[in-house]
């Protein structure tokens, strides 16, 4: 029986998912300040009667309940923050995770390794993207190969014995196809 992949590294490019881990936090920070605040404003014109240990108090709503408040918040935030930073972390790395292999993939490009494919998880982001990467190496690929067939044809017809307009007829015919492929790229210069 297969063994099932386990994930090994939930953080793959650090500054990319500690934002959002940070992000996620502050905004959870922010929402939290956002209700005291909201909360202080609407209950400012309030009264409020508590019996707390003995002792009747009868003060403005947002001064009486502030020290609750507070409590809760951070009963509120230091769990909740802990949960914000591991859904972060697994959402995230479905991001940073193809993200990963498609640059890997593109400095494999550029290295002249044309043909992988790149293939995401089921839950994984920027599959649209990494399915157009794989038409282009795909396309890339076959004009690649087909220009270097061509070339090495002309090559192989250059060397053979046969008399020299037939050779030059077949190069002629070759050369043409293999313009034919290569006007497929089209070359943008910025100068």
Request: charged share 20%; glycine share 4%; net charge positive.
């Amino acid at each position: 029986m297969k063994p099932k992949y386990t994930r090994k590294h939930y953080f793959i490019d650090r500054n990319f998912q500690g934002q959002h881990v940070f992000n996620s936090y502050i905004l959870a920070l922010m929402v939290i300040i956002l209700f005291i605040g909201l909360f202080t404003f609407l209950t400012s014109d309030a009264l409020t009667i508590v019996y707390a240990q003995n002792d009747l108090q009868l003060e403005r709503t947002p001064l009486i309940l502030l020290k609750k408040i507070l409590l809760i918040a951070w009963i509120l935030l230091i769990p909740g923050g802990i949960w914000i930073t591991v859904r972060t972390i697994l959402v995230s790395h479905r991001m940073a995770g193809p993200l990963f292999k498609l640059e890997k993939n593109l400095d494999e490009m550029c290295l002249g390794k044309i043909g992988d494919r790149i293939y995401l998880r089921q839950k994984d982001h920027c599959k649209a993207l990494a399915e157009k990467i794989n038409i282009l190496n795909t396309i890339y690929a076959k004009k690649i190969s087909n220009i270097s067939l061509l070339a090495q044809q002309i090559d192989d017809t250059a060397q053979g014995a046969e008399p020299l307009e037939i050779k030059l007829q077949k190069i002629e015919a070759l050369n043409k196809n293999l313009q034919q492929s290569a006007r497929f790229f089209t070359v943008v210069n910025d100068q």
